[in-house]
């Protein structure tokens, strides 16, 4: 089979009490790139998380499936060991381990026992990827995101993706904060890894990361629903009007979309 599928059925997630989504459909198959836009607030970094099993975020209703295996049911370690993966929003500073042995950790923890990368290939391994997104090499030294830059934490997160190899990945505004050379550099190493073994979901606010990655699909969530899907031009018909064509075009007013839906 090539690739994994994620199958997001009508999930609901509530946060101390309130209903943040209201059912959300979704799938990614290995070889597809999604993108979701939206307005603040609608949702976006809550659905990342509860796949990934934030424990704050609770499940009231709906599933989530990789290649038939019930990620709500994973602790959140199995679910990155299922292949999962989560480019944060906002990544947190772990001080104490170094990126490098961080990154080795993660790498080992997707492989058997008895199995674990040597030290040589992951060093091998590692450069090449530093190489490739332009960090430099001292930075793997330092502790996890501690004192990084914006941008550097985002470029980190990348370096993650690269080495941990998942099999689905949802990056969470990874184009926040970024240069414009780094958006290309950051991009180039997404682009790297596009093949029929690997999905990807990109949150993002802005089309201009599309233009360097292109999605097969694009996702508007609005008032936690996905709420219309369509292809590359749904992003610049955004980028160019907003979002208030689509509450027109769907007759809904602001928060109404409940009593509609
Ligand atoms: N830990 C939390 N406690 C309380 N409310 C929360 C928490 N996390 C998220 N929310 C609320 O859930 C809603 C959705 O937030 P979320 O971060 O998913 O939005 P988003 O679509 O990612 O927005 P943005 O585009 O600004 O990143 C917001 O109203 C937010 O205030
Ligand atoms: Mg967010």
């Not at 790498?107 to 091998?124: C, P, Q, T, Y």
């Not at 190899?165 to 290309?184: M, R, T, V």
């Amino acid at each position: 089979m090539a690739g994994s599928t994620l199958e997001i059925k009508n999930l609901h997630v509530s946060i101390e009490g309130n209903q943040i989504l209201k059912g959300v459909n979704l799938t990614i198959k290995g070889g597809e790139f999604h993108a979701v836009m939206g307005p603040n607030g609608t949702g976006k970094s809550t659905l990342a998380s509860a796949i990934m099993g934030h424990p704050k975020f609770e499940i009231t209703e709906g599933s989530v499936y990789l290649d038939g295996e019930d990620v709500l049911e994973m602790e959140v370690d199995e679910r990155a060991r299922a292949g999962l993966f989560l480019g944060m929003q906002y990544p947190s500073e772990i001080s104490g381990v170094t990126t490098s042995d961080f990154l080795r950790s993660s790498i080992n923890a997707r492989r058997e026992e008895g199995d674990e990368i040597s030290l040589m290939k992951f060093i091998k391994e590692m450069d090449a990827a530093l190489d490739h997104l332009e960090i430099d090499k001292n930075m793997a030294q330092r502790y996890l995101n501690e004192g990084f830059s914006g941008g550097e934490k985002k470029r980190n997160e990348i370096l993650q993706l690269m080495l941990i190899k998942p099999e689905i990945a949802i990056l969470d505004e990874i184009d926040s904060g970024l240069d414009i050379d780094a958006l290309k550099v950051v991009s180039k190493g997404i682009n790297k890894l596009r093949d029929d073994n690997f999905g990807c979901l990109i949150i993002t606010h802005y089309q201009r990361l599309l233009n360097y990655i292109t999605p097969d699909k694009v996702h508007v969530m609005m008032q936690g629903r996905v709420v219309k899907s369509g292809g590359p031009e749904l992003a610049k018909r955004l980028e160019a009007e907003g979002y208030d064509w689509i509450k027109e075009e769907l007759g809904i007013e602001d928060e109404s979309l409940e009593q509609k839906a």
